[in-house]
């Protein structure tokens, strides 16, 4: 709690001096002349990809719950964003994969195993965009060259851990036994040995909605690529708000450059580290003002925290939970 606390002051104090720094009178000048019309469409856009996010769960799971209430899984996707927001480390998808054993009867492993086969199709998906438009967008050499290689980097590592996940759907059985062939060789203890295997034999399980059929595989990848769509058109309507005009491109890339920074540790709800983020690569990338850029953070920093806590408190309500309850399920 006291780390918490010390990540939520130090964004606080971080957001403030950007504030101040950029002028606060300029600030509330550009507040004034914002859009509504585009703005309104910008919050749609962003509460639709809840859905999105939720059916493609409920692809995934299908070998493990076939009758799995939608509602339900809506309202687990809700209550895991919110924690991912308010707590360091993503614990949100701990969470999600605890609420499926409870109202579900999912094994844990099983459900959380679905959960990070979603996460590694949303980040490679946004890695290979990224490099697709590092290479393509001419702005994308004014980025710091740490943004190159990351998102390289990033591509590379989870493109890795997908195609284990992949050969273990494929040939689950003769990988299984030369994992416990090499544990075995390197003289790990046989209760170890087995509790492994029977751990990746749930990780196997939970990602199988992969391999189900084609239709399932097509569907879940129209849909990964529906949900940053959607989340393009947030950003894209957020801009038009403010009357900013930027290359289409250039944004795309901008957008995928800080949805990966996310990834990173942060203070509760991104506070400062979501500005910070945002005023260092779409600077980069178009010749903005610097107090209307800043304006414009602001406002798509609160339709993405605003919408996410106001889901998530509701998905709390609906299923009859406290938090309290809820963070039981980060300890696994």
Known sequence: MKKLLIFFSLGVIALAFTIFWINPSELSL?????????????????????????????????????????????????????????????????????????????????????????????????????????????????????????IRVTGLTVGGLMGFFILGLVKKDPLIVKLVSLLRFLKVPYRLVDRGTDILNSMFKGASGLSISKVSQFQVSIMTLLIWLVHIGWIYFTFQAFNINIALPALILGFVIVTLGTLIPSPPGFLGTFEALWLTVFLALGSINIGRLLALILIAHLVNVGSIMVVGTLGLFFMGLSFGEVLKGSKG
């Open 30 to 150: 550009h507040f004034y002349n914002i859009e509504y019309f585009p703005l309104g469409l910008s919050v749609l856009f962003y509460l639709s990809s809840f859905f999105i996010r939720a059916l493609r769960w409920k692809v995934l799971i299908k070998p493990l719950a076939d009758k799995v209430s939608f509602r339900n899984l809506f309202w687990m996707v809700c209550i895991s964003l919110m924690v991912n927001v308010l707590l360091p480390l993503k614990i949100g998808e701990v969470v999600r994969a605890y609420l499926l054993k409870i109202r579900e009867k999912v094994l844990f492993v099983e459900g959380l195993s679905s959960v990070i086969v979603e996460r590694l199709l949303d980040i490679l998906t946004l890695a290979l965009i990224g490099i697709i438009g590092l290479n393509v967008i001419p702005e994308a050499l004014a980025l710091p060259s740490w943004i190159h290689q990351g």
